[in-house]
């Protein structure tokens, strides 16, 4: 079920943002993406698809999501 509002905000803006939205309200119940800057304490902010993996590797994270690919360890 669509939030009052949402419908509205779906047919004005990006589709693509909205498909991700349902999908996480899908999969964890919630409307929410949470989208921050990417960079670890010692480097400034991640400005490229190469620097975004070469943080990934030298972090703890499990997964990276770079436009519609998913980078996780094996």
């Known amino acids: 079920k669509l939030e009052p509002g949402l419908k509205n ?4 803006n990006n589709n693509n943002y909205f498909r991700l939205l349902s999908e996480m ?8 993406v949470v989208n921050t800057s990417f960079n670890l304490h010692w480097r ?3 400005m490229s698809p190469d620097q975004a993996i070469r943080d990934f ?8 999501f770079i436009e519609w690919y998913l980078v996780n360890r094996l």
């Open 9 to 12: 905000w779906q047919s004005a």
């Open 25 to 32: 309200k899908r999969l964890t119940g919630y409307w929410v």
């Open 44 to 46: 400034a902010m991640v």
């Open 57 to 64: 590797l030298d972090c703890n994270l499990d997964f990276l």
